[in-house]
């Protein structure tokens, strides 16, 4: 396993809460940009859209964000869009490869990439939505696509060949990024490196695991049941002969 500076691949935090933005901007080099969603936000207590994300983009310091449009019809998804661009700051607009409806978003996706609109679509599952979404992304734009890995591997399938064939289908757009979404554990960052991967989002409690990586194994192994001791201690566990079946 290559260690944390042979990666590649860049690190962006995935959450919604200003205070770890800062945080990561100031004592963490790694971590490259920001992603966020409605989930995360909701999840967070946020009920202003756009003074959440106004704060944010001052908070991350130039770095990349990207902030979802949340309608079901394009014409609203298009409006919001238009919204969000006007924030400024390093911003990409997430769009769902698809409405709720199954409806796909290629047009609209197409669209903005034609005007210079900075775009991260999101929600893809299959080489064949990356396929569509290529063929409509403009060569001169930046765009990031982010296909959930971690939602594919819960369904029993290995992500790496899928995200490697990803990665083939946007070879021919340079500005075009592939993103690694919704990791389960820290291996996830090696994986999605190894396959080519240009961006891994994961949330801070699995950032937080890169302080272990290389760890010598006996030493976490005694580390391990030293925990156990002490829980164990502290819960006052005790057995007695009285205890006997």
């Known amino acids: 396993m290559v260690s944390v500076n042979d990666l590649k691949i860049k ?102 990439s034609r005007e210079g609109i900075a775009l991260n679509v999101t929600a893809i599952m299959t080489p064949e939505q990356v396929a569509v979404v290529a063929s409509a992304l403009d060569p001169a734009t930046a765009a990031i696509v982010s296909v959930f890995a971690g939602r594919v591997a819960d369904t029993g399938l290995d992500p790496m060949p899928l995200m490697r064939r990803c990665g083939e289908l946007l070879a021919d757009l340079p500005k075009a990024e592939l993103l690694w979404a919704s990791p389960r554990e820290l291996l996830n960052v090696f994986q999605a490196d190894e396959v080519g991967c240009h961006i891994i989002t994961a949330t801070k409690d699995v950032l937080a695991k890169l302080t272990v990586v290389g760890k010598d194994l006996n030493l976490y192994s005694l580390e391990t049941v030293q925990m156990f001791y002490n829980d164990a201690s502290a819960a006052g566990f005790k057995l007695t002969e009285a205890d006997r079946a």
Do not use: C, Q
């Not at 963490?28 to 106004?54: E, H, Q, S, V």
């Not at 019809?73 to 911003?91: K, L, P, V, Y």
């Open 11 to 112: 690190l962006f935090m995935d959450g919604a809460e200003i205070r770890s933005m800062v945080e990561a901007v100031e004592t963490n080099p790694l971590i490259k940009g920001f992603t966020t969603n409605p989930t995360l936000m909701r999840k967070a207590g946020i009920t202003d859209y756009a003074t959440f994300a106004r704060e944010a983009i001052a908070a991350v310091n130039g770095l990349p964000i990207s902030f979802e449009v949340f309608s079901d019809t394009f014409e609203d998804m298009e409006r919001e869009a238009r919204i969000i661009h006007s924030w400024g700051g390093n911003t990409y607009v997430k769009i769902p490869v698809t409405n709720t409806k199954g409806e796909s978003s290629v047009p609209l996706i197409a669209k903005l």
